[in-house]
Antibody, heavy 114, light 112 residues
Framework: EVQLVESGGGLVQPGGSLRLSCVAS????????VTWVRQTPGKGLEWVAT????????YYVDNVMGRFSISRDNGKNLLYLQMSSLRAEDTAVYFC???????WGQGTLVTVSS | DVVMTQSPLSLPVTLGQPASISCRSS???????????FYWFHQRPGQSPRRLIY???GRDSGVPDRFSGSGSGTDFTLKISRVEAEDVGVYYC?????????FGQGTKVEIK
């Protein structure tokens, strides 16, 4: 089955760190750009970061630049999002997305609160 | 950043009747390669978004032909020819021609 499955979400204190993972199956992961998109009730959908096929290019939304890092392991079909210096406004469901958003994972919830 | 403005934000519809959602971008969406990377998504409660339309008017695999996309320049439209019960939820537009990728605020479709 073609799918993306996220994990790693949870409750973290402000200023803390968390690493999200996304495992791909059913397609050739290394041939696709992949992206993290987050969703909050108040702000809707927000693009967070994208990485190209071999990991040589990365792009970030301004408000996570310097705090979040996207990476991938094509040998294990894994996408990562390392998040640090977390803020309350980073609270959201984080989705792993393939290519031009033609495949989405089910999402993992990150809650930043003391 | 490109601002994507959807209207209406709430759309009560009658089963079997047509529906239309508009999305306006704050600037043109032509990518350097000449394509327009503009999309429509549908999200049902408790589910992930699903892409319906790619590059303005292409219909994704498995999407019923009652859904159609159109537009050019900065104005784009999603039309449902005859609304069915399974079409309720929130519809989003998105552009990925320019960094950062940006989404519309969402249009909530519900049955009258």
């Amino acid at each position: 089955e073609v799918q993306l499955v996220e994990s790693g979400g949870g409750l973290v204190q402000p200023g803390g760190s968390l690493r999200l993972s996304c495992v791909a199956s059913g397609f050739t992961f290394s041939r696709h750009w992949v992206t993290w998109v987050r969703q909050t009730p108040g702000k809707g959908l927000e693009w967070v970061a994208t990485i190209n096929e071999d990991g040589s290019e990365t792009y970030y939304v301004d408000n996570v630049m310097g705090r979040f890092s996207i990476s991938r392991d094509n040998g294990k079909n894994l996408l990562y999002l390392q998040m640090s210096s977390l803020r309350a406004e980073d609270t959201a469901v984080y989705f792993c997305v393939r290519g031009r958003a033609n495949l989405w994972g089910q999402g993992t919830l990150v809650t930043v609160s003391s | 950043d490109v601002v994507m403005t959807q209207s209406p934000l709430s759309l009560p519809v009658t089963l079997g009747q047509p529906a239309s959602i508009s999305c306006r971008s704050s600037q043109g969406l032509v990518h350097g390669d000449g394509n327009i990377y503009f999309y429509w998504f549908h999200q049902r409660p408790g589910q992930s978004p699903r892409r319906l339309i790619y590059r303005v008017s292409g219909r994704d695999s498995g999407v019923p032909d009652r859904f159609s996309g159109s537009g050019s320049g900065t104005d784009f439209t999603l039309k449902i020819s005859r609304v069915e019960a399974e079409d309720v939820g929130v519809y989003y537009c998105m552009q990925s021609s320019l960094w950062p990728w940006t989404f519309g605020q969402g249009t909530k479709v519900e049955i009258k």
